[in-house]
């Protein structure tokens, strides 16, 4: 056994969140007796605000040859801390077709999202999974954002960049559900496990219990054609209609 996680953000502002995500997931891999990597910054730095960047973890079962390669040549599991980056990147590139699971933090309709994607991306994807996980997270002064909350923290989050030891809680705010929601969909890491190491354990939980997901249904298909999707919702069942994100 052996993922690729990429945590798409935007740089400065949603950077926190993105690190927290990769963070914990490799912290739990590891915990749990496998090999685990996980990498905060260099390839996309200096961040710049507002810019696309990137944080990977990647865990297995055998020890992780390439640990110098900082992107990850062949993510399985993508997440989008921000909803519009589902419509600015390919951000599946590399993905093996039909086994691709996407996380993306948003209220919208999961449906509506999905027309953002080309059917060459949807042909990656085994999973689409939307979480509204700034609902979901901890609702802290103003906004659960830490750049719209409070500069100040924002300021001395970035002291904990570039390798350096984080200054705040890991799996706070926004990233918590995100991290539920990954790993309820994805069913390879024990929830109670990734719990353990995220600081706000019960937004995680919140994460795990409300999400949507669109499951692409593995059937024969030509080269570049997307599988029949199928929405369900964490309770299991699979109306019709029933395609918010809750």
């Not at 923290?153 to 990233?175: C, V, Y």
């Amino acid at each position: 056994m052996y993922h690729e996680l990429t945590v798409w953000s935007r740089g400065i502002i949603m950077d926190k969140e993105a690190r927290d995500v990769s963070s914990c997931v490799a912290t739990a891999a590891r915990a749990l007796g496998f090999h685990a990597d996980n990498v905060s910054d260099y390839v996309d730095d200096p961040d710049r605000t507002n810019c696309l960047v990137r944080r990977y973890a990647r865990f297995g079962d055998s020890p992780i040859v390439d640990r110098f390669v900082y992107e990850n040549p062949r993510p399985d599991w993508v997440v989008l801390v921000e909803e519009t980056i589902i419509k600015a990147v390919n951000f599946l590139r590399g993905t093996p077709e039909g086994s691709g699971v996407l996380v993306i933090n948003s209220q919208r309709d999961p449906e509506y999202l999905l027309k953002f994607l080309p059917e060459e991306m949807k042909a990656k994807l085994a999973k689409f999974v939307v979480v509204d996980a700034v609902g979901l997270a901890e609702q802290r002064g103003s906004s659960p954002w830490m750049f719209v909350r409070n500069l100040s923290e924002l300021a001395l989050d970035r002291m904990s960049t570039e390798g350096a030891e984080e200054r705040l809680a890991i799996g706070m705010g926004i990233a918590a559900p995100l991290i539920g929601a990954l790993v309820a969909a994805t069913a390879e890491l024990p929830v109670d496990a990734v719990a353990d190491v995220v600081a706000d354990r019960d937004a995680m939980l919140r994460g795990v219990a409300h999400h949507t997901v669109i499951e692409f249904a593995a059937t024969a298909r030509t080269p570049g054609e997307a599988d029949k999707p199928e929405t369900t919702q964490t309770d299991g069942t699979t109306p019709a209609a029933a395609h918010a994100a809750r």
